[in-house]
């Protein structure tokens, strides 16, 4: 009954910023460690971000480091992904997704470890 809705992508030009959201519903928000991933045309899907159920870890993708910020409000069961000096290569699909395995584990980075997704959100970035 898990469902994730990613919201807030769209079209913008280099050097601009978004925040992406993504809503989680129908079970328990804090169970679940979080991630953003993201796939560009022809591309593989690629980790990008993700947070631990309280806040408490982090991790990100080198190439996005500095520049990208995930983080939780776990009073709105939303997961963001606040993005600046968005690149075009960083245009993609941004997906989010829940991880139902033990929080305590070490934060996933490959898709396989996710369990749940969302349906994407489309961010292009024209130079």
């Known amino acids: 009954q898990v469902q994730l809705v990613e919201s807030g992508g769209g079209l913008v030009q280099a050097g601009d910023s978004l925040r992406l959201s993504c809503a989680l519903s129908?079970?328990?928000?804090?169970?679940?460690?979080m991630g953003w991933f993201r796939q560009a045309p022809g591309k593989e899907r690629e980790f990008v971000a993700a947070?631990?159920?309280?806040?408490?870890?982090?991790s990100y993708a080198n190439s996005v480091k500095g520049r990208f910020t995930i983080s939780r409000d776990n009073a709105k069961n939303t997961v963001y992904l606040q993005v600046i000096s968005l690149k075009p290569e960083d245009t993609a699909v941004y997906y989010c997704a829940a991880d139902s395995q033990s929080v305590f584990r070490p934060l996933a980075v490959v898709p396989r470890e996710y369990d749940y997704w969302g349906q994407g959100t489309q961010v292009t970035v024209s130079s």
């Open positions: 129908g079970r328990t928000f804090t169970n679940y460690n």
């Open positions: 947070i631990s159920w309280n806040g408490g870890r982090t």
